[in-house]
């Protein structure tokens, strides 16, 4: 069963730093989460959806840190995830790391593309999250990479660049949404669910230590419940 490191998840204390009698590692220790006519539709997915968090020590090991986590998420077959980022800065850093993965295909949004091709990335990526949960029970949907190596699939983007309901655009139904960056509001947290996520689907909340109190007040505020993120992935998958 596909482990990440147990020094990945430390519990958090209130102040965001690792519990006594942790053991961290050295060079990456993790402690161990606006459209008001969204509010129904965020209401029913975080009534089924999972939420937990994955706490970065500092904020030079997190994107070392995703790259770890996707080594493991990432190589599902035909899984479906979306990454959410705050900045274009970030969307543009985590592509690059990402786009050496081989087992995963990438497609992300941003504000200056064409509308044809922000379309078709759209469709392709919902096509293939609806294969997936067609051909797969959802409780195992993503298994291991087989003989044919079907990728998993993922879309990186921005707030701004979100899949915009009130015109039109479908939802992703992604099976995993990973929240890179964690929102200031909980109005822009409700949205990423409400456009990226399956109803069943499975947040993963990226925060560094000094956001703990952040992640509370979103998990209050929406009453949520965010779990740690357990050592053993497949658990959540």
Known sequence: MPLLPRYLNPPLTDSGSPASGIRVSPSMAIDSVEAPSLSSTSSSHSSQSRHFYLAVDRLQFKMETLVDLLGVVGRRS????????????????????????????????????????????????????????????????????????????????????????????????????????????KETYMRRMATCLAPDGIVINMVVGGEVAALKSIEESINLVIAEMPINVSEIL
């Open 78 to 185: 035909g899984l479906p995830m979306v990454v959410c980022c705050c900045s274009r800065d970030e969307l543009d850093a985590v592509c690059s790391s990402v786009s050496t993965l081989s087992y995963i295909s990438l497609a992300f949004l941003y504000s200056d593309l064409a509308a044809a091709d922000r379309a078709l990335i759209l469709e392709n990526f919902r096509q293939a999250a609806l294969k997936c949960y067609e051909n797969i029970p959802i409780q195992s949907c993503g298994g291991e990479i087989g003989e044919e190596g079907l990728k998993s699939h993922m879309i990186v983007a921005t707030d701004a660049c979100l899949p915009m309901l009130p015109s039109g655009e479908s939802p992703l139904s992604a099976r995993v949404l990973i929240n890179y960056e964690l929102p200031a509001k």
